[in-house]
């Protein structure tokens, strides 16, 4: 919240840990990361036997259709595509029910965390931009680790700092197609100080 602030009206994609479903965060738009939905379903499925194993399967089932509308949303007609979204929801609704009778002990743990985030695990199906995935996070954020772990600029907290404000700046610029040296080079040695690199100009 410190970073993208109080008023954030955007789509907020992470893994599930717990401190995105924070009570602060309560009214925020989210999304799930899919990929890290698999591979959590993925690891419970290679873990059951027999009748177990369909549950796991089912609900990735429904994620990767999910995935794969999403890439048609271009080629559909609005009411298919509508139509569609709805029967996975139904489905994934179904899946997750909490009037379903789970023998299997982990199934039912991953049943009710699933039903919590419930309203943030097909979002990405109706939001234009929203990604269903935070992989790309994941990578932007790799240099920066990187960097942390073999230049050891976080040996004090003023390096950590330093680091992460330089590292998130460089990354802002590159993304908005600007050349992260050109510009802090000229804001270093503007004269004026209300140059702004972040400027879309």
């Given amino acids: 919240m410190d970073v993208l602030g109080k008023d954030f009206t955007g789509v907020l994609t992470s893994d599930r840990a717990k401190a995105y479903d924070h009570k602060a965060l309560k009214n925020w738009l989210k999304q799930k990361c899919i990929a890290h939905l698999l591979r959590?379903?993925?690891?419970?499925?290679?873990?059951?036997q027999r009748g177990a194993l369909r549950f796991a399967?089912?609900?990735?089932?429904?994620l990767r259709a999910a995935l794969k509308l999403k890439q048609q949303v271009g080629n559909l007609e609005k009411v298919v595509y509508a139509k569609r979204a709805k029967a996975l929801e139904c489905k994934l609704d179904k899946l997750l029910s909490k009037d379903r009778n789970f023998s299997n002990e982990a199934n039912r743990k991953m049943a009710a965390s699933l039903a919590?985030?419930?309203?943030?695990?097909?979002?990405?199906?109706y939001h234009e931009g929203v990604d269903a995935t935070n992989n790309q996070a994941e990578?932007?954020?790799?240099?920066?680790?990187?960097?942390?772990?073999?230049?050891?600029?976080?040996?004090?907290?003023?390096?950590?700092?330093t680091h992460a404000v330089l590292a998130s700046i460089i990354e802002t610029l590159r993304k908005r197609g600007r050349n992260p040296i050109q510009d802090l080079t000229a804001l270093l040695l503007a004269k004026q100080p209300a140059l702004n690199p972040f400027s879309s100009s």
């Fill in 57 to 62: 399967r089912e609900v990735k089932s429904v």
């Fill in 116 to 125: 919590k985030q419930r309203p943030h695990l097909l979002r990405f199906l």
């Fill in 40 to 48: 959590n379903l993925s690891d419970l499925e290679q873990k059951q």
């Fill in 139 to 161: 990578r932007d954020l790799r240099p920066a680790v990187l960097a942390r772990k073999t230049g050891r600029c976080n040996k004090t907290e003023t390096g950590a700092e």
